[in-house]
C-alpha cells in the first residue's frame, strides 16, 4: 500500500524493490550457504514441533486480530 501512495512511480518502485530483496535474501543466502548450516540445523530438529506449533499460534492470533480489527491498534501501540 506505501508503494501505491507515493507521489512518483520511481519512489512506489523503489519500496517494492526493497521489500522483494528484503523478502527473498535470506532465502537466497539460506540456499548459498546450506552445505554449511545444514549439518548445525539438524541438531535442533527435535524442537521443531513446538516451534511450528508456536508460530501457527501466532498466525492465528494475528489473523483473528485482523479480522476484529484490532490489529492496527496493536501496531500502533508497540509502535509507541
Not at 500500500?1 to 524493490?17: I, N
Not at 524442537?47 to 500502533?76: D, E, N, Y
Amino acid at each position: 500500500m506505501a508503494a501505491g501512495s507515493r507521489q512518483t512511480v520511481q519512489e512506489g518502485v523503489f519500496l517494492l524493490l526493497a521489500y522483494a530483496l528484503g523478502f527473498c535474501v535470506p532465502f537466497l543466502l539460506a540456499a548459498l550457504f546450506w552445505e554449511k548450516i545444514g549439518p548445525h540445523l539438524r541438531r535442533h530438529y527435535a524442537w521443531l514441533p513446538r516451534i511450528q506449533k508456536i508460530l501457527g499460534l501466532f498466525l492465528v492470533l494475528f489473523g483473528l486480530l485482523m479480522i476484529s480489527g484490532m490489529a492496527l491498534r496493536v501496531m500502533a501501540v508497540l509502535a509507541g
